[in-house]
């Protein structure tokens, strides 16, 4: 087996049971099992468990990032697009292995030890921040509105994790949708299913 292809196996393995386990439940020799990559080739690949964070981090994080975008560029509307967010974020915590956002799962296990891990779930949050400023900027909106909408997106992830429901996203909806009537750009409706 090539590198690459081991280092895949070993990501795709550390992606389901960190996100699924917690990241501290979860050791190399779970990785190893269920990616059938050896504890050497593993440790060739990732010299500790905390690069193995690091490494599944950031390839979720152009997962995530790239499927929001799918879903949002879906829609024309500069305001549609800046709620079709929260609709993206109702699927998503719809999805049935859905367990809470995995960087403010990562930060809340290993935040205050692990500069590398902070930094990585920081660098997540600033792109998506970035996003909605990009989104708002588009809409002709104020900046700090992206940044009340952020706080929405964030307090929906938390909630709907730890209830298991996709409701916080509907809830976050319609506040965003008073948000954008506020600021001129979009009429008080009911939100979207």
Same mark, same amino acid.
């Given at each position: 087996?090539?590198?690459?292809?081991?280092?895949?196996?070993?990501?795709?393995?550390?992606?389901?049971?960190?996100?699924?386990?917690?990241?501290?439940?979860?050791?190399?020799?779970?990785?190893?099992?269920?990616?059938?990559?050896?504890?050497?080739?593993?440790?060739?690949?990732?010299?500790?468990?905390?690069?193995?964070?690091?490494?599944?981090?950031?390839?979720?994080?152009?997962?995530?990032?790239?499927?929001?975008?799918?879903?949002?560029?879906?829609?024309?509307?500069?305001?549609?697009?800046?709620?079709?967010?929260?609709?993206?974020?109702?699927?998503?915590?719809?999805?049935?292995?859905?367990?809470?956002?995995?960087?403010?799962?990562?930060?809340?296990?290993?935040?205050?030890?692990?500069?590398?891990?902070?930094?990585?779930?920081?660098?997540?949050?600033?792109?998506?921040?970035?996003?909605?400023?990009?989104?708002? @900027?588009? +809409?002709?909106?104020?900046?700090?509105? $992206?940044? #009340? *909408? &952020?706080?929405? /997106?964030?307090? %929906?992830?938390?909630?709907?994790?730890?209830?298991?429901?996709? @409701?916080? +996203?509907?809830?976050?909806?319609?506040? $965003?949708? #008073? *948000? &954008?009537?506020? /600021?001129?750009? %979009?009429?008080?409706?009911?939100?979207?299913?």
């Amino acid at each position: 087996m090539d590198r690459e292809a081991a280092r895949d196996l070993a990501l795709d393995a550390a992606e389901e049971l960190f996100y699924s386990r917690g990241i501290q439940a979860v050791g190399m020799d779970d990785i190893r099992g269920l990616s059938g990559v050896s504890l050497k080739r593993l440790y060739q690949l990732f010299a500790t468990k905390e690069l193995l964070v690091e490494a599944y981090l950031e390839r979720r994080d152009v997962s995530w990032r790239r499927r929001l975008a799918r879903h949002v560029e879906a829609f024309e509307d500069p305001g549609e697009r800046i709620l079709a967010v929260f609709d993206w974020l109702g699927l998503w915590f719809g999805e049935p292995a859905f367990r809470g956002c995995a960087w403010i799962n990562s930060y809340g296990e290993l935040g205050a030890t692990s500069a590398t891990i902070a930094a990585q779930a920081r660098k997540h949050k600033l792109a998506f921040r970035r996003y909605l400023r990009e989104l708002t @900027a588009a +809409a002709g909106l104020p900046e700090p509105l $992206a940044d #009340q *909408l &952020l706080l929405l /997106a964030e307090g %929906a992830m938390v909630t709907a994790g730890i209830f298991a429901t996709p @409701a916080p +996203a509907a809830q976050a909806r319609a506040a $965003a949708v #008073q *948000l &954008l009537a506020a /600021a001129g750009r %979009a009429r008080p409706a009911v939100p979207a299913e």
